[in-house]
């Protein structure tokens, strides 16, 4: 099977990788891979975490996918020498204010009837836990089971293991999708070169509705969500483990990084194709952080970027086939990109070169939205 994959994030690198590995023959286009989004990612592992009501099936996605992750990071890691950064010592969540407390009290109870295991903690306890927050930590909930991931380290490594079973990287950005007797049959190149391919897939994020060549109908709406994130460094231990924070309603999250970067994150914005670095962005979050962690001002600060989160009409990932024969789409995946890419590449690869949908990924198929044309 030849298979021609548009877009070398996360999402597009972890399902080459598994699909060279099952020998098709991959070709991954991208003129700028294991970017964009995927280096911007602070890359939580964080299913309970960013649990909301109603999405049950994106919990079990996310559920499945988290706990794929230590074997998935060691057969990579294996592979290709190369380290992912990956850490499962928790995520902690704690509550400033009374609404922020009682909320996190809500959600406790609805993942506690979904039978996903938490732990309640007092103020005090928190700070046993991470003794740099505030004193005005009123409690927080651990999820035991989350962690996190280097995007940066991650996507390279993916990129390498691709390689390594024979996966080729065309650095050119794709044009057009070749149609040829109703179904898709390759990629035109920006230069005018085609990779024919018997199946495509579409894996480009916000840009996955660009391409020409596709018919009206295809490929559901995807927005660019805008994400800023600040990227700090410390020389001595400030933080065991990711922490998020509920200031006022307002939420942010730390990731420390073993090598003493620290992560901070992240704004979520509906601005288009807008990836400017904003002093209100900047502000807002290094607001929301300090209140978390007062000591936070005097790290060294050392990088803020942006990048576009594919955020799908129901936020939830859009994957397998399309209304094109031969196209199948890999997008959408919202804030969990990263979270989602052990399980959506073996989603993908079934779909690519079995054609069939395995159970977890029926939910996410493309035929669940309205189309536009």
């Given at each position: 099977m030849d298979i021609a994959i548009v877009g070398a994030g996360v999402i597009g690198l972890a399902t080459a990788w598994r699909a060279a590995a099952r020998g098709a023959a991959v070709t991954l286009i991208d003129p700028a891979p294991a970017s964009g989004a995927s280096a911007v990612a602070a890359g939580m592992l964080t299913p309970v975490s960013?649990?909301?009501?109603?999405?049950?099936?994106?919990?079990r996605l996310g559920l499945a996918s988290r706990d794929r992750y230590g074997a998935f990071v060691?057969?990579?890691?294996?592979?290709?020498?190369?380290?992912?950064?990956?850490?499962?010592?928790?995520?902690?969540?704690?509550?400033?204010?009374?609404?922020?407390?009682?909320?996190?009290?809500?959600l406790r109870r609805f993942q506690e009837s979904l039978g996903v295991p938490t732990e309640t903690l007092t103020g005090r306890e928190c700070r046993r836990l991470e003794p740099m927050l505030a004193p005005g930590v009123r409690?927080?909930?651990?999820?035991?089971?989350?962690?996190?991931?280097?995007?940066?380290?991650?996507?390279?490594?993916?990129?390498?293991?691709?390689?390594?079973?024979?996966?080729?990287?065309?650095?050119?950005?794709?044009?057009?999708?070749?149609?040829?007797?109703?179904?898709?049959?390759?990629?035109?190149?920006?230069?005018?070169?085609?990779?024919?391919?018997?199946?495509?897939?579409?894996?480009?994020?916000?840009?996955?509705?660009?391409?020409?060549?596709?018919?009206?109908?295809?490929?559901?709406?995807?927005?660019?969500?805008?994400?800023?994130?600040?990227?700090?460094?410390?020389?001595?231990?400030?933080?065991?483990?990711c922490t998020r924070g509920l200031v006022r309603g307002s939420s942010v999250y730390l990731v420390p990084r073993a090598d003493g970067e620290v992560v901070v994150g992240a704004t979520q914005e509906e601005m288009g194709f807008d990836t400017r670095v904003t002093a209100g962005g900047v502000w807002e979050l290094l607001r929301d952080a300090r209140e978390l962690l007062p000591g936070i001002t005097e790290l060294e600060f050392a990088e803020v970027s942006a990048g576009l989160r594919p955020g799908s009409p129901d936020n939830a990932p859009v994957m397998g086939p399309s209304a094109l024969p031969?196209?199948?789409?890999?997008?959408?995946?919202?804030?969990?990109?990263?979270?989602?890419?052990?399980?959506?590449?073996?989603?993908?690869?079934?779909?690519?070169?079995?054609?069939?949908?395995?159970?977890?990924?029926?939910?996410?198929?493309?035929?669940?939205l309205e189309v536009t044309a």
């Open positions: 960013e649990l909301t009501y109603g999405e049950e099936p994106l919990l060691a057969e990579l890691e294996e592979e290709t020498g190369l380290p992912a950064g990956y850490r499962d010592d928790g995520i902690l969540e704690v509550a400033f204010g009374p609404d922020d407390l009682a909320f996190l009290d809500d409690g927080g909930l651990l999820a035991p089971e989350d962690g996190s991931v280097d995007p940066r380290r991650l996507a390279p490594a993916l990129l390498a293991a691709a390689e390594r079973h024979g996966a080729r990287l065309v650095r050119e950005r794709a044009a057009e999708v070749i149609v040829e007797n109703g179904a898709a049959a390759g990629v035109r190149l920006e230069g005018g070169a085609e990779i024919r391919a018997g199946r495509v897939l579409l894996a480009a994020g916000p840009w996955s509705g660009d391409l020409g060549g596709l018919p009206p109908g295809a490929v559901p709406a995807v927005r660019p969500v805008k994400g800023q994130v600040i990227r700090l460094r410390t020389r001595v231990p400030f933080l065991r483990r031969g196209l199948v789409l890999g997008t959408g995946h919202f804030r969990n990109g990263v979270l989602l890419a052990p399980v959506s590449a073996d989603i993908l690869t079934e779909v690519l070169l079995d054609g069939t949908v395995p159970e977890i990924g029926r939910p996410f198929t493309p035929d669940r």
